[in-house]
């Protein structure tokens, strides 16, 4: 992350009020910044480095500050040409309330364009694309045709902490959605479920796993093909003392969708009961959602717990600090890298007791 130095922002951008401005946002001086901006300063404005209105203000650490810039109209996820949030900037000085306004900004702009794009479908699956081309089991790495890392071994101990999260008792019934290098199944059978039941849908995979003999195994029932085809079939098996999810190439609306069908029932009559066993089932799900940026995904953690909270569902999450270095090497051959934080907030759900 590049030092900001107010003075030789200064120097460089010279007297100009968009210079000025910049420098009021570094300096946490909300009434300036207004004053500027009030005589016909561009907010829009960026340094030699892309850093904005608000990464200035960020790293100043003033919530006014912050809160300005952010009702004039910087997004809450600009990032600089270091691939920096104004997030980082306030974190790196340990700014909280400043990390935490942006937060809030976040939120509320996630929730406003989730009703701009309410009822927008294009008719076409999420992982249609991954599910009809091959993948390839490649040492410590499943990666599929576009060199997107499908699943990787640095994830097991996340995994194994899932797999407890999910199953704290033997015998009782599991299901897991998405069986990839199949690390998280691998955990849960060392913690003997009752019933194991394991839904994929990419061919290459489940032609692994019958390869690997997990269809051979007592007490596990595969399921082939995509969830919201299995429901029926799910529905079957259980109801579910412990249920994780973790799939590839599907969005968030899916996993929204995947929580209406297990916690609501999957219709609208209320009929049918939910997948996941009450009062005491636990369910969990790879936590990977803004990945990239601790700032989104703190964002996206709070917009989940809200979500699952209009389900029945209290959701808690249990910050797990990561030893593993997320460097070059990691993800060379990858073509985007899916997590780059240094800690992992691993979500366990369980539904709201009724008093």
């Not at 009822?119 to 997107?148: F, H, M």
């Not at 003997?192 to 269809?215: C, F, L, R, T």
């Amino acid at each position: 992350m590049a030092d900001i130095d107010n003075e030789r922002n200064c120097e460089e951008k010279g007297t100009s009020k968009e210079a000025q401005l910049l420098a009021a946002c570094y300096e946490g001086n909300s009434q300036r910044a207004k004053e500027l901006v009030d005589q016909g300063a561009e907010i829009f404005v960026t340094d030699e480095t892309g850093r904005t209105a608000l990464h200035f203000a960020a790293a100043s650490g003033d919530v006014d500050t912050v809160r300005f810039v952010l009702e004039s109209g910087i997004p809450w996820n600009s990032l600089d040409v270091g691939n920096y949030t104004a997030g980082d900037y306030a974190e790196s000085s340990g700014h909280d309330a400043a990390y935490n306004k942006l937060v809030q900004a976040g939120i509320r702009a996630e929730m406003i364009l989730r009703l701009f794009n309410k009822g927008q479908v294009d008719g076409k699956a999420a992982n249609e694309d991954y599910l009809t081309q091959p993948v390839v089991y490649s040492g410590d790495r499943l990666i599929d045709a576009e060199k997107n890392g499908v699943m990787m071994s640095w994830e097991a101990p996340l995994m194994e902490l899932h797999a407890k999260t999910i199953c704290a008792n033997p015998g009782g019934v599991v299901l897991n959605v998405g069986f990839g290098m199949g690390i998280i199944d691998t955990a849960l059978q060392q913690l003997s479920p009752g019933k194991h039941v394991i839904i994929e849908a990419h061919p290459d995979v489940y032609q692994h796993m019958k390869n690997e003999g997990w269809d051979k195994k007592p007490n596990v029932y595969i399921l082939f093909g995509r969830w919201q085809d299995k429901l029926d079939e799910v529905r079957a098996l259980g109801p579910y003392d412990g249920i994780f999810f973790d799939t590839f190439g599907e969005f968030y609306k899916d996993l929204d969708d995947f929580h209406k069908a297990i916690f609501a029932g999957g219709n609208d009559d209320g009929e049918q009961q939910p997948i996941l066993s009450q009062p005491d089932g636990i369910y969990s799900f790879f936590n990977g959602m803004g990945g990239d940026h601790k700032l989104f995904h703190d964002v996206y953690c709070h917009v989940a717990r809200a979500d699952l909270l209009k389900l029945g569902m209290d959701t808690q999450y249990s910050q797990v600090a990561s030893d593993i270095v997320m460097d070059e090497e990691t993800w060379k051959g990858i073509k985007r890298p899916y997590w780059m934080i240094k800690s992992y907030n691993l979500p366990t759900c369980k539904w709201v007791q009724k008093e």
